[in-house]
């Protein structure tokens, strides 16, 4: 049992402490910090200053152009990249659709798509819900049905985040009716310019602008589009989504979160009753007892998964806690700005302490709902894990 | 022991129900609360008019109620249509200041919707704004922060303080335009709005001063718990709307082939949303019923109330909306709305935390 990092990994980290500290912009950092997401101009930026690096793909193997870090040095990237703000990268691009195009795809995908990742020519976006199809993803409806070198598409794609950017979407579509709803559906990635395509933009309940709705009429694609074999797309689908879920692990992330709450705290706290003051504390103590918690179990995923790649049904277990715990800070700082944070920070002159608490709190409810809810983790972990 | 509303006060409620069945949408209201001013001029005069905000007080008052009953049924009804005209700041509070003052004229025209009043509490918080006597009448500076709905207001009553510490506080009557008032509006998250308002040198005539001079505290604190109770009740109402709509998408949404309300996990979960909502609703009627009692009683009742409905309204929000899934994440979505509101009740008039250590003092620490 040790639980320390090695001398080598410290280095790693002074390394990426100092990268980031001369090389992040601080606008991007501020609005990170805020609560917000870059814009498309703003995060290819932020992917170009990584990619000069090398470290834009930084959880690929060498061999596709990435670091070959193993899950150590990841982490503490991770934990270095949150821990001065910095942007997430385009998680579409690099987390979902690359590992998956890595091990499913062919030669000639990889070739032409994971170059484009990494030089920002194509930004991707994830097709799987469906207004029918949430939780029970295997129902999807959106239809591919081969024509000659093509698939005609057909259907509806929604909750699909940030699509307003992207020129890409990989597909989840049904291409047979035969057998279990698994059994029938295929990966096939799309060029969002292909005529019979609308994209509609849906508004969230913090008023934002991330997520969208994607209509398909009788869209063309052409057959060599298709990852993996016709059929077969469900494995891929599962495949992308434990690692959709390992990063929403946000162990870095809400470690910022939470020096940013016990900052607030020491600044705010002062005009509270001593009870008062007490009950807050006892509420922040509780929440930073469950991340240093959390932080361990996740390391203990990681260590476990020899050689990099992605845990298996742990991953839910990541999912829950790193979602949980990151709403319970995202409440706490709600609570902390108090009164102050019924105000609007997008209204016309914010109060000086107004810091958008309300909108993020709201906003991150979405934690628990996308990379299959906390139920459908739950459901897992009874099924696989505790053979239920 | 009876636990039902007296014929009168049933009836009003069916009103303010029809009324708001009929005549008040969702996309309306959230426009009008997006608005410079955070609620509609229409609704408030029908509102006025259907004579809701006679209920609030007493005959003696120039009302036709003004029991903490009817207080609660009214609110508990605007919760429930997620009604976003200041009823709370503009007529209960504020009438409650002005009848305590004996100003039963200005109350008359606040009954009638004519004249809107609000409160600004500015003597005892830590942005404080101070009057000094002066020959001509008083002069005042300091800030009171986040007034709601100062921006419909035509009035503003402050509590400055007049003396040498907080206890010591007078009422001022305040046209927000005059010179030595500066005002800055801000939009809120649940809609309508709340105002930063500083007061820079600003000489008001003896006039000004609202009933006797440093008379304002104890007032000030009455009418505090008439607002409370009120914000309370409209937290229930609002939950008794989630809960509904909830229960009705756990019927309606298939997944697995099923409606979602035929997975357990879920039924236990909205098993426990109702069991909080009903230890909210007693809640209310704890503070309902000890409004009129002692100061001890009622500010535990109160705080018990407040502290409930901000523990639980929380709950009931996040359950609704992690129950609704991608859905409930929508501003398309009318519950979205209400749990918005829901959850920013418990940033007004002290949170869940703040009253909990409030009824801590008044016996175990
Ligand atoms: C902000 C946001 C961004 C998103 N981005 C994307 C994206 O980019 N691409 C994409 O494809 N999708 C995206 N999603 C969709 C997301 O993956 C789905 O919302 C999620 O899978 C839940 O599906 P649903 O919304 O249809 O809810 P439903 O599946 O209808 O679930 C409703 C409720 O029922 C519960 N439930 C369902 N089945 C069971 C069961 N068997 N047992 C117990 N409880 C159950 C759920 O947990 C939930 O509480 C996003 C969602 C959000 C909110």
């Known amino acids: 049992m040790d639980t320390t990092f090695s001398p080598e990994d410290e280095d790693f980290r002074a390394l990426v402490r100092d990268f980031v500290e001369n090389n992040l912009p601080p606008e991007y950092a501020r609005i990170v910090a805020e609560g917000g997401y870059l814009n498309k101009e703003q995060l290819l930026d932020w992917h170009a200053i990584l990619r000069r690096q090398g470290w834009l793909a930084y959880n690929w193997p060498v061999e596709f152009g990435g670091t070959g870090w193993g899950p150590v040095k990841t982490h503490i990237f991770d934990e270095e990249m949150a821990r001065a703000d910095a942007p997430k990268v385009l998680a579409f691009n690099f987390k979902m659709l690359a590992p998956v195009l890595m091990k499913f795809g062919s030669q000639e995908q990889c070739d032409y798509y994971l170059p484009r990742m990494i030089d920002g020519t194509d930004w991707w976006c994830q097709g799987y819900s469906e207004p029918g199809a949430g939780s029970d993803l295997a129902s999807i409806r959106t239809t591919a049905v081969r024509d000659g070198d093509d698939y005609i598409v057909n259907g509806q794609k929604t909750w699909t985040t940030l699509g307003q950017y992207a020129n890409m979407i990989f597909c989840l579509v049904r291409t047979s009716n035969e057998g279990k709803p698994q059994a029938g559906i295929s990966f096939l990635l799309i060029d969002l310019a292909t005529p019979g395509i609308e994209m509609r933009p849906i508004r969230t309940i913090d008023g934002g602008y991330e997520i969208n709705e994607v209509f398909f009429t009788n869209v063309r694609v052409p057959a060599s589009n298709l990852v993996g074999a016709e059929n077969e797309g469900w494995t891929y689908a599962k495949y992308l989504l434990t690692y959709e879920r390992t990063g929403i692990a946000m162990v870095g992330a809400s470690k910022k979160k939470l020096t940013r709450l016990k900052d607030l705290f020491a600044e705010k706290s002062r005009s509270l009753s001593v009870h008062e003051k007490a009950l807050l504390a006892a509420r922040i103590a509780r929440v930073e007892i469950d991340l240093a918690n959390m932080d361990t179990t996740n390391m203990r995923v990681l260590a476990s998964v020899a050689g990099g790649g992605a845990p298996g049904a742990e991953s839910s277990m990541l999912k829950i806690l790193g979602s949980e715990i990151h709403q319970e800070l995202d409440s706490l700082i709600r609570r902390v700005v108090g009164r102050d944070a019924q105000a609007l920070r997008s209204g016309e002159q914010a109060p000086a302490g107004a810091t958008n608490a309300a909108g993020v709190y709201f906003n991150n409810r979405k934690l628990s709902i996308y990379g299959g809810s906390n139920e459908i983790q739950k459901n897992i972990i009874s099924k696989m894990i505790l053979g239920l | ?365």
């Open chain 2, 1 to 365: 022991m009876d636990f039902t509303h007296t014929e009168e006060r049933q009836m009003v409620v069916d009103t303010l129900a029809r009324y708001i069945q009929n005549e008040y949408n969702l996309s309306d209201r959230n426009d009008a609360a997006a608005s410079p001013q955070g609620f509609s001029d229409v609704h408030w005069n029908n509102l006025a008019e259907l004579g809701m905000f006679g209920v609030f007080f007493t005959e003696e008052q120039g009302g036709f109620g003004g029991s903490a009953f009817d207080v609660a049924a009214v609110f508990q009804e605007l919760g429930r249509g997620l009604v976003v005209e200041p009823l709370l700041d503009c007529v209960l509070r504020s009438g409650h200041v002005l009848a305590a003052a004996g100003d039963f004229e200005r109350l008359a025209k606040v009954i009638t919707g004519a004249s809107r009043y609000v409160v600004a509490q500015a003597h005892t918080t830590g942005d404080r704004v101070t009057a000094k006597q002066s020959e001509a009448g008083w002069i005042l500076n300091g800030t009171a922060p986040m007034v709601k709905f100062a921006a419909g207001a035509d009035t503003i009553v402050l509590s400055a303080q007049s003396g040498a510490d907080a206890a010591q506080a007078s009422f001022f009557l305040i046209d927000p335009t005059a010179n030595g008032v500066a005002i800055t509006h801000h939009d809120t998250f649940d809609g309508g709005s709340a105002s930063d308002i500083h007061f820079a040198d600003l000489a008001i005539s003896s006039d000004a001063l609202l009933g006797s001079a440093h008379h304002a505290d104890t007032i000030v604190r009455t009418a505090e718990n008439w607002a409370c109770l009120a914000i309370c009740a409209e937290a229930l109402g609002i939950m008794e709307a989630i809960k509904e709509t909830t229960l009705d998408y756990l019927r309606t949404r298939t997944q697995f082939g099923t409606v979602i309300g035929r997975f357990q996990a879920l039924q236990h979960r909205m098993a426990q949303v109702l069991l909080e909502i009903e230890q909210a609703r007693s809640a209310v009627i704890n503070a309902a019923a000890a409004v009129n009692k002692s100061e001890t009683d009622c500010d535990k009742a109160l705080s018990a109330a407040k502290y409930s409905i901000g523990r639980i309204g929380t709950l009931v929000a996040e359950e609704a909306i992690q129950l609704h899934g991608g859905i409930g994440m929508t501003w398309e979505y009318e519950m979205g709305h209400f749990a918005k509101r829901l959850v920013m009740i418990d940033h007004e008039m002290g949170n869940a935390d703040h009253h909990l250590a409030r009824y801590m003092q008044f016996d175990l620490v």
